[in-house]
């Protein structure tokens, strides 16, 4: 669905360009780009590490950072916007990538730079300017990110709609649940990683088993649920006996004693 005329289309991309280019081209000083750390297996009882595989590193931006809530922005000129905040920096979700900015002095309000782009808000209102054009946004719906304590030993939640469908990552070792189809079909297959790429916030898995084949494609992009319309940080696409699902996702960071 577009909102966008040819003009104001032509503008979008620019800007989403150059959103891209100053976003994730560079970090600041003292901002991690590594991805999130998955849980270790534990030791065997001889005080030895196990041998069995363990779940890979993800990028970062699949996660909420320490914030507790990703905010949609809805912005003219149309493209809609995904913030997770804290005091130490917001990470911003759009239709072309994601990326990290530290906070900046501002008068009023609040703010965030990374070279030229940057994000204020006040409010239900933002403002977010970049070299070559800036978008005028409102606060839309808002949704409390997951934890560990409500989907324990998952690292990466995600799911769809017609038909419904839900995956999870495992924590502990390469390993996904699929539940497809409304939930008549569930699967727990073993996964290998065939693309990670932490800057560019993009993952890709395949099935570790041959005679069951599947493809799943995450990505740092602001996606909205089909449905409901809540935010997610990851889109999502899984392709399995030549049936695509497309869908939303976050990645799940392990528990802190602030989840207790």
């Known amino acids: 669905m577009s909102r966008h005329t040819p003009s104001v289309a032509r503008s979008l991309v620019m800007l989403g360009a150059v959103l891209l280019l100053t976003g994730c081209a560079t970090t600041p000083d003292g901002v991690s780009t590594r991805p999130e750390v998955a849980d270790r297996g534990a030791s065997r009882d001889d005080g030895a590490p196990e041998t069995r595989p363990v779940a890979p590193l993800m990028p970062s ?134 693309t990670l790429d932490n800057d560019e916030g993009r993952m890709i898995l395949a099935s570790g088993r041959a005679d069951t084949p599947f493809e799943l494609r995450l990505e740092a992009r602001a996606c909205f649920d089909s449905m409901s319309g809540q935010p997610f940080p990851a889109r999502v696409t899984l392709t399995i006996d030549g049936e695509q699902y497309r869908g939303c996702g976050q990645g799940i960071a392990p528990a802190t004693q602030t989840d207790d």
């Open 61 to 194: 931006l699949f996660f909420p950072g320490d914030a507790e809530a990703f905010t949609a922005w809805r912005c003219t000129p149309a493209q809609d916007l995904i913030t997770a905040t804290t005091e130490e920096e917001l990470r911003l979700w759009s239709a072309h990538g994601a990326y990290r900015l530290p906070p900046a002095v501002v008068a009023s309000g609040t703010r965030y730079q990374q070279g030229e782009l940057s994000f204020w808000h006040k409010g239900d209102e933002a403002v977010v300017e970049s070299a070559t054009g800036r978008l005028d946004c409102n606060r839309d719906l808002s949704q409390d990110v997951l934890t560990r304590r409500q989907r324990p030993g998952t690292m990466f939640h995600a799911r769809g709609n017609e038909p419904g469908w839900v995956v999870n990552l495992g924590s502990d070792r390469p390993e996904v649940s699929l539940l497809l189809d409304y939930g008549e079909r569930e699967l727990t297959l073993p996964y290998r990683v065939t």
